[in-house]
Protein backbone atom coordinates (compact mmCIF):
# COMPACT_ATOMS: atom_id res chain seq x y z
CA UNK A 1 0.00 0.00 0.00
CA UNK A 2 1.38 3.09 -1.01
CA UNK A 3 1.89 6.28 1.40
CA UNK A 4 0.39 9.01 1.85
CA UNK A 5 2.36 12.53 1.24
CA UNK A 6 2.17 14.85 3.60
CA UNK A 7 3.48 18.22 3.63
CA UNK A 8 4.59 20.22 5.97
CA UNK A 9 4.28 24.17 6.05
CA UNK A 10 6.49 26.12 8.68
CA UNK A 11 7.71 29.79 8.70
CA UNK A 12 7.71 32.56 11.35
CA UNK A 13 5.06 34.79 12.10
CA UNK A 14 3.60 36.54 9.62
CA UNK A 15 5.84 34.95 6.74
CA UNK A 16 2.47 34.43 4.89
CA UNK A 17 2.04 30.30 5.40
CA UNK A 18 -1.71 30.79 5.19
CA UNK A 19 -2.03 32.62 2.57
CA UNK A 20 0.17 29.40 0.85
CA UNK A 21 -2.20 27.27 2.42
CA UNK A 22 -5.00 29.02 0.88
CA UNK A 23 -3.47 29.42 -2.97
CA UNK A 24 -2.23 25.50 -2.64
CA UNK A 25 -5.91 24.57 -2.04
CA UNK A 26 -7.57 26.31 -4.47
CA UNK A 27 -5.37 25.27 -7.28
CA UNK A 28 -5.45 21.74 -6.11
CA UNK A 29 -6.88 20.26 -8.80
CA UNK A 30 -9.87 17.80 -7.64
CA UNK A 31 -6.84 16.57 -5.21
CA UNK A 32 -8.68 15.44 -2.06
CA UNK A 33 -6.74 17.12 0.82
CA UNK A 34 -6.78 17.54 4.28
CA UNK A 35 -5.44 20.15 6.38
CA UNK A 36 -4.28 19.98 10.29
CA UNK A 37 -3.58 23.84 11.52
CA UNK A 38 -1.57 24.57 14.77
CA UNK A 39 -2.72 27.71 16.67
CA UNK A 40 -0.14 29.09 18.62
CA UNK A 41 -3.09 30.64 20.96
CA UNK A 42 -6.66 29.57 22.33
CA UNK A 43 -8.48 31.25 19.33
CA UNK A 44 -7.80 29.25 16.06
CA UNK A 45 -7.57 32.26 13.41
CA UNK A 46 -5.71 30.65 10.58
CA UNK A 47 -8.38 27.66 10.98
CA UNK A 48 -10.90 29.95 10.81
CA UNK A 49 -9.20 31.72 8.09
CA UNK A 50 -9.71 28.35 6.13
CA UNK A 51 -13.05 27.72 6.92
CA UNK A 52 -15.36 28.56 4.98
CA UNK A 53 -13.28 29.99 2.15
CA UNK A 54 -15.68 27.97 -0.28
CA UNK A 55 -12.39 26.01 -1.76
CA UNK A 56 -13.48 22.66 -3.46
CA UNK A 57 -10.85 20.98 -2.05
CA UNK A 58 -11.20 21.34 1.22
CA UNK A 59 -14.19 21.16 3.29
CA UNK A 60 -14.86 22.15 6.53
CA UNK A 61 -14.87 18.52 7.70
CA UNK A 62 -11.14 18.37 6.17
CA UNK A 63 -9.74 20.94 8.53
CA UNK A 64 -8.85 20.36 11.71
CA UNK A 65 -7.14 22.69 14.29
CA UNK A 66 -4.58 21.97 16.84
CA UNK A 67 -4.64 24.89 19.35
CA UNK A 68 -3.40 25.89 23.26
CA UNK A 69 0.03 24.59 21.76
CA UNK A 70 3.17 24.26 19.58
CA UNK A 71 2.27 21.02 17.71
CA UNK A 72 6.28 20.21 17.83
CA UNK A 73 5.90 19.73 21.83
CA UNK A 74 2.39 17.82 21.57
CA UNK A 75 3.07 15.08 18.79
CA UNK A 76 1.98 12.35 21.65
CA UNK A 77 -0.93 13.86 22.59
CA UNK A 78 -2.85 15.70 19.85
CA UNK A 79 -0.74 14.71 16.52
CA UNK A 80 -0.54 11.25 16.76
CA UNK A 81 -4.46 10.84 17.20
CA UNK A 82 -5.54 13.30 14.97
CA UNK A 83 -3.50 11.88 11.62
CA UNK A 84 -4.85 8.40 12.41
CA UNK A 85 -7.93 10.19 12.26
CA UNK A 86 -7.27 10.81 9.22
CA UNK A 87 -6.28 8.12 7.77
CA UNK A 88 -8.82 5.83 9.24
CA UNK A 89 -11.42 7.42 7.36
CA UNK A 90 -13.74 5.81 5.03
CA UNK A 91 -11.88 7.75 2.00
CA UNK A 92 -8.86 9.04 3.62
CA UNK A 93 -7.11 12.25 1.68
CA UNK A 94 -5.12 12.00 -1.10
CA UNK A 95 -2.62 14.66 0.47
CA UNK A 96 -2.10 15.97 3.97
CA UNK A 97 -1.07 19.51 4.86
CA UNK A 98 0.08 20.64 7.85
CA UNK A 99 0.80 24.33 9.04
CA UNK A 100 2.77 24.87 11.77
CA UNK A 101 2.82 27.51 14.61
CA UNK A 102 5.24 30.07 13.64
CA UNK A 103 6.95 29.50 16.68
CA UNK A 104 7.02 25.49 16.11
CA UNK A 105 10.69 23.95 15.33
CA UNK A 106 9.81 20.93 12.69
CA UNK A 107 12.41 18.47 13.37
CA UNK A 108 10.24 16.70 16.55
CA UNK A 109 7.42 16.94 14.26
CA UNK A 110 9.63 15.15 11.65
CA UNK A 111 10.66 12.26 13.92
CA UNK A 112 6.60 11.65 14.57
CA UNK A 113 6.80 10.29 11.34
CA UNK A 114 8.83 7.20 12.11
CA UNK A 115 6.25 6.24 15.04
CA UNK A 116 4.16 2.79 14.52
CA UNK A 117 1.17 3.03 13.09
CA UNK A 118 2.24 6.66 11.76
CA UNK A 119 5.87 5.85 9.89
CA UNK A 120 3.91 2.33 7.66
CA UNK A 121 1.73 5.00 6.53
CA UNK A 122 2.17 8.77 5.94
CA UNK A 123 5.56 10.11 4.03
CA UNK A 124 6.77 13.40 4.67
CA UNK A 125 7.11 15.10 1.07
CA UNK A 126 8.42 17.93 1.77
CA UNK A 127 8.92 20.99 4.34
CA UNK A 128 8.70 24.30 2.98
CA UNK A 129 9.69 26.95 5.06
CA UNK A 130 7.83 30.62 4.16
CA UNK A 131 10.23 33.42 5.46
CA UNK A 132 9.47 36.57 5.52
CA UNK A 133 11.42 38.47 2.86
CA UNK A 134 11.29 42.17 3.89
CA UNK A 135 11.65 41.01 7.76
CA UNK A 136 14.68 39.40 7.25
CA UNK A 137 16.14 42.09 4.96
CA UNK A 138 15.34 44.63 8.19
CA UNK A 139 17.83 42.75 9.87
CA UNK A 140 15.05 40.56 12.28
CA UNK A 141 17.19 37.60 12.16
CA UNK A 142 20.88 38.09 11.90
CA UNK A 143 22.77 35.63 9.58
CA UNK A 144 25.33 36.07 12.42
CA UNK A 145 24.28 34.59 15.49
CA UNK A 146 27.62 35.58 17.47
CA UNK A 147 26.97 39.26 16.41
CA UNK A 148 23.88 39.22 17.94
CA UNK A 149 25.22 37.45 20.98
CA UNK A 150 27.69 40.29 21.63
CA UNK A 151 24.63 42.98 20.80
CA UNK A 152 22.09 41.32 23.46
CA UNK A 153 25.53 40.95 26.21
CA UNK A 154 26.08 45.10 25.67
CA UNK A 155 22.35 45.63 26.74
CA UNK A 156 21.58 45.23 30.33
CA UNK A 157 18.07 45.06 29.99
CA UNK A 158 17.93 41.93 28.42
CA UNK A 159 17.81 39.18 30.60
CA UNK A 160 16.78 36.24 28.95
CA UNK A 161 17.90 34.57 25.39
CA UNK A 162 15.53 35.12 22.47
CA UNK A 163 15.16 31.99 20.38
CA UNK A 164 13.82 33.75 17.56
CA UNK A 165 16.54 33.46 15.66
CA UNK A 166 17.06 29.89 16.73
CA UNK A 167 13.82 29.11 15.55
CA UNK A 168 14.32 30.70 12.16
CA UNK A 169 17.36 29.15 11.48
CA UNK A 170 15.72 25.39 12.58
CA UNK A 171 13.38 25.72 10.23
CA UNK A 172 15.55 26.94 7.37
CA UNK A 173 18.07 23.65 8.22
CA UNK A 174 14.51 21.40 7.88
CA UNK A 175 13.11 22.80 4.52
CA UNK A 176 13.23 21.08 1.30
CA UNK A 177 12.06 24.00 -0.28
CA UNK A 178 12.13 27.69 1.03
CA UNK A 179 9.55 30.09 -0.08
CA UNK A 180 10.82 33.85 -0.08
CA UNK A 181 7.74 35.61 0.47
CA UNK A 182 6.68 39.09 0.03
CA UNK A 183 9.73 39.50 -2.79
CA UNK A 184 7.62 42.18 -4.72
CA UNK A 185 8.94 44.22 -1.38
CA UNK A 186 12.39 43.98 -1.88
CA UNK A 187 15.15 45.76 -4.08
CA UNK A 188 17.31 43.51 -6.06
CA UNK A 189 20.24 44.13 -3.61
CA UNK A 190 18.01 43.50 -0.96
CA UNK A 191 16.37 40.05 -2.36
CA UNK A 192 20.37 39.22 -3.38
CA UNK A 193 21.24 39.78 0.28
CA UNK A 194 18.26 37.47 1.83
CA UNK A 195 19.00 34.81 -0.76
CA UNK A 196 22.76 34.89 0.13
CA UNK A 197 21.79 34.65 4.12
CA UNK A 198 19.45 31.95 3.87
CA UNK A 199 22.18 29.57 1.46
CA UNK A 200 24.86 30.33 4.36
CA UNK A 201 22.24 29.17 6.98
CA UNK A 202 21.77 26.15 5.25
CA UNK A 203 23.75 22.47 5.80
CA UNK A 204 22.71 21.38 2.32
CA UNK A 205 21.52 22.31 -0.80
CA UNK A 206 18.09 23.09 -0.98
CA UNK A 207 15.83 25.03 -3.54
CA UNK A 208 15.02 28.93 -2.45
CA UNK A 209 11.92 30.35 -4.28
CA UNK A 210 10.80 33.99 -4.75
CA UNK A 211 7.11 34.54 -4.67
CA UNK A 212 4.54 37.22 -4.18
CA UNK A 213 1.39 36.69 -1.41
CA UNK A 214 2.30 33.18 -1.73
CA UNK A 215 1.49 32.51 -4.88
CA UNK A 216 3.32 29.44 -6.43
CA UNK A 217 2.37 26.63 -8.99
CA UNK A 218 1.61 23.87 -6.40
CA UNK A 219 3.57 21.46 -8.87
CA UNK A 220 6.29 23.31 -6.96
CA UNK A 221 5.47 22.46 -3.58
CA UNK A 222 3.96 19.00 -3.88
CA UNK A 223 5.54 16.19 -5.62
CA UNK A 224 9.17 16.58 -3.95
CA UNK A 225 9.42 12.62 -2.54
CA UNK A 226 11.70 14.07 0.01
CA UNK A 227 10.39 11.32 2.47
CA UNK A 228 12.11 14.06 5.12
CA UNK A 229 11.41 11.90 7.84
CA UNK A 230 13.80 9.68 6.72
CA UNK A 231 16.96 12.06 6.47
CA UNK A 232 16.74 13.37 9.96
CA UNK A 233 20.66 13.49 10.30
CA UNK A 234 20.73 16.30 7.26
CA UNK A 235 18.25 18.49 8.95
CA UNK A 236 20.21 19.56 12.11
CA UNK A 237 18.61 21.25 15.12
CA UNK A 238 19.64 23.46 17.68
CA UNK A 239 17.84 21.41 20.20
CA UNK A 240 19.38 17.97 18.84
CA UNK A 241 20.44 17.83 22.27
CA UNK A 242 17.13 17.83 24.04
CA UNK A 243 16.01 14.81 22.58
CA UNK A 244 13.39 16.60 21.65
CA UNK A 245 12.52 18.60 24.18
CA UNK A 246 12.38 22.61 24.38
CA UNK A 247 10.39 24.83 25.50
CA UNK A 248 8.89 28.48 24.51
CA UNK A 249 8.90 30.30 27.79
CA UNK A 250 10.11 33.19 26.16
CA UNK A 251 6.63 33.57 24.71
CA UNK A 252 3.14 34.29 25.65
CA UNK A 253 0.05 34.73 23.66
CA UNK A 254 -3.68 35.37 24.61
CA UNK A 255 -7.32 36.47 22.91
CA UNK A 256 -8.86 39.93 23.38
CA UNK A 257 -12.53 40.01 22.98
CA UNK A 258 -13.58 43.72 21.34
CA UNK A 259 -17.40 44.27 20.87
CA UNK A 260 -18.47 46.37 17.47
CA UNK A 261 -16.33 48.70 16.27
CA UNK A 262 -17.37 52.42 15.32
CA UNK A 263 -14.58 52.26 12.17
CA UNK A 264 -11.44 50.09 10.47
CA UNK A 265 -9.45 52.90 10.82
CA UNK A 266 -9.93 53.63 14.53
CA UNK A 267 -9.16 50.18 14.67
CA UNK A 268 -6.25 49.56 13.16
CA UNK A 269 -4.38 52.63 14.56
CA UNK A 270 -5.59 51.39 18.13
CA UNK A 271 -3.73 48.05 17.43
CA UNK A 272 -0.81 49.84 15.62
CA UNK A 273 -0.45 51.73 18.46
CA UNK A 274 -0.69 48.85 21.72
CA UNK A 275 1.58 46.69 19.09
CA UNK A 276 4.47 49.50 19.06
CA UNK A 277 3.76 50.59 23.22
CA UNK A 278 4.10 46.95 23.76
CA UNK A 279 6.54 45.37 21.47
CA UNK A 280 4.07 42.77 20.54
CA UNK A 281 4.86 40.61 17.87
CA UNK A 282 2.05 39.46 16.19
CA UNK A 283 -1.63 40.31 16.39
CA UNK A 284 -4.43 38.76 14.66
CA UNK A 285 -7.57 37.76 14.53
CA UNK A 286 -11.53 39.61 13.36
CA UNK A 287 -13.55 42.24 14.04
CA UNK A 288 -17.63 43.42 13.47
CA UNK A 289 -17.31 47.23 11.97
CA UNK A 290 -20.69 49.14 12.61
CA UNK A 291 -22.65 49.41 9.27
CA UNK A 292 -20.79 46.44 7.89
CA UNK A 293 -22.27 43.06 6.72
CA UNK A 294 -18.90 41.93 6.47
CA UNK A 295 -16.20 40.24 8.98
CA UNK A 296 -12.70 42.17 9.49
CA UNK A 297 -10.24 39.84 9.57
CA UNK A 298 -6.97 41.49 10.35
CA UNK A 299 -3.02 40.33 10.56
CA UNK A 300 -0.08 42.53 11.95
CA UNK A 301 3.25 41.78 12.22
CA UNK A 302 4.98 44.47 14.61
CA UNK A 303 3.87 47.82 13.49
CA UNK A 304 2.80 46.35 9.78
CA UNK A 305 -0.89 45.23 9.50
CA UNK A 306 -3.49 44.00 6.59
CA UNK A 307 -6.79 43.87 6.61
CA UNK A 308 -9.53 43.16 4.42
CA UNK A 309 -13.57 42.05 4.54
CA UNK A 310 -13.27 38.07 4.44
CA UNK A 311 -16.92 36.87 4.56
CA UNK A 312 -20.83 37.80 5.38
CA UNK A 313 -21.79 37.59 8.94
CA UNK A 314 -24.23 34.61 9.28
CA UNK A 315 -27.90 35.00 10.10
CA UNK A 316 -27.91 34.84 13.96
CA UNK A 317 -24.47 35.03 14.56
CA UNK A 318 -23.15 36.96 17.68
CA UNK A 319 -21.35 40.02 15.94
CA UNK A 320 -17.92 40.24 18.04
CA UNK A 321 -14.55 40.53 17.77
CA UNK A 322 -11.70 38.51 18.69
CA UNK A 323 -7.61 39.19 17.97
CA UNK A 324 -4.84 37.11 19.48
CA UNK A 325 -2.02 38.69 20.77
CA UNK A 326 1.67 36.84 20.83
CA UNK A 327 5.34 38.55 22.62
CA UNK A 328 7.52 37.94 24.39
CA UNK A 329 6.60 36.77 27.89
CA UNK A 330 5.87 39.87 30.48
CA UNK A 331 3.75 41.51 28.12
CA UNK A 332 1.46 43.80 30.28
CA UNK A 333 -2.13 41.87 29.41
CA UNK A 334 -4.02 43.97 31.51
CA UNK A 335 -2.97 47.71 29.62
CA UNK A 336 -3.43 45.54 26.21
CA UNK A 337 -6.71 44.65 26.99
CA UNK A 338 -7.81 47.80 27.84
CA UNK A 339 -5.66 49.57 24.98
CA UNK A 340 -7.66 47.10 22.04
CA UNK A 341 -11.15 46.63 24.08
CA UNK A 342 -11.73 50.09 24.58
CA UNK A 343 -14.09 52.69 22.31
CA UNK A 344 -16.25 49.91 20.96
CA UNK A 345 -19.85 49.97 20.31
CA UNK A 346 -22.89 47.42 21.74
CA UNK A 347 -23.58 45.10 18.82
Not at 118 to 131: E, K, L, M, Q, S
Not at 173 to 202: C, P, W
Not at 237 to 265: L, M, N, P, W, Y
Request: aromatic share 4%; charged share 25%.
Amino acid sequence: MSKVPATIITGFLGAGKTTLLRHLLAHAGGRRIAVIVNEFGALGVDGETLRRCGIEACGDEDIVELANGCLCCTVAEDFIPTMTALLDRALPPEHIIIETSGLAIPKPLLKAFTWPGIGTRVTVDGVIAVVDGPAVAAGRFADDPAAVARQRAADPSLDHDNPLAEVYEDQLQAADLIVLNKADLLSGDELAAVREGIAAALPRAVKLVAARQGQLDPAVVFGLGAAAEADLAARPSHHDAEDGAHEHDDFESFSVGIGVQDDVDGLIARLRSVAAAHDVLRIKGFAAIAGKPMRLAVQGVGARFTWHFDRAWAAGEVRRGDVVVIGLSGLDRSAIEAAIGSETVAA
